[in-house]
């Protein structure tokens, strides 16, 4: 079973429209700000995708390879890279916040609890914000650090969906068992998606589905 087969179910993937997902996603995209205090974010307006997970998760990576743009987004091999929340403007449609990784970073612990109040602050207080997804990193599955924000944006309302990354450093049989889990862990959490998506940035696997999922948001 390929990726893009396990990112959704054949009855799914026919839903979406992959071609507005391709077209939207073929518009220029560009960086807005960095923010590293919650003052600094854009005021509300497009529909906003906010993109989470653990450090080195490949948030940007993803981005990266949804916009087609190999460095629109900032990538590095060393956790916590990321330490501000960076707004992209896609097609004056949709607006994409890359957020600083959890979980790990190589900074004091006061910076990193500056962070943490940061993401959460602005998870829970963007009134724009359609989705959350939060990247997990298919060789590992959810850790404690995932459930921890799951359960914040539960408390919060904030819908959110669960996107396995690195779809590609897994075999198919273990990587259909690990969605088919999450899935089953993610129905027991009310402001979860109940459809966990498959990536590979690298070799484009689930891309344009994520693109249809992201376009019908927009």
């Known amino acids: 079973m390929s990726i893009s087969e ?22 220029s995209c560009e960086f807005i700000i960095s923010c590293a205090r919650l003052d600094q974010v854009p005021e509300p307006g497009l529909p906003e995708i906010a993109f989470a997970g653990r450090s080195n998760v490949g948030k940007s990576s993803l981005i990266n390879a949804l916009v087609g743009h190999k460095a629109l987004a900032r990538t590095s091999n060393t956790p916590g890279r990321t330490q501000q929340i960076n707004f992209f403007e896609l097609g004056e449609r949709l ?21 943490t109040h940061l993401i959460e602050s602005y998870l829970v207080g963007r009134a724009n914000l359609r989705r959350i997804l939060v990247l997990v990193d ?30 590609d450093k897994i075999k198919p049989r273990p ?5 088919m889990r999450t899935e089953s862990e993610a129905a027991s959490h009310p402001a ?12 484009g696997g689930g891309i344009p589905e994520l693109r249809a999922v992201l376009a019908a948001l927009a």
């Not at 607006?95 to 962070?115: F, H, N, S, T």
């Not at 979860?192 to 070799?203: E, L």
């Open 138 to 167: 298919a060789r590992h599955g959810l850790k404690d650090n995932d459930r921890s924000v799951m359960m914040v944006l539960d408390k919060a309302a904030q819908p959110y969906q669960i996107v396995l990354t690195k779809g």
């Open 192 to 203: 979860a998606h109940p459809d966990v998506m498959v990536t590979s940035a690298r070799k």
């Open 175 to 179: 990587l259909d068992d690990l969605k």
């Open 6 to 27: 396990t990112s959704l179910s054949p009855e799914k993937a026919n839903e979406l429209d992959l071609e507005t997902g391709r077209l939207l996603f073929a518009q």
């Open 95 to 115: 607006m994409i916040a890359d957020l600083p990784g959890y979980g790990y970073a190589r900074a004091p612990k006061a910076e990193v609890r500056q962070w």
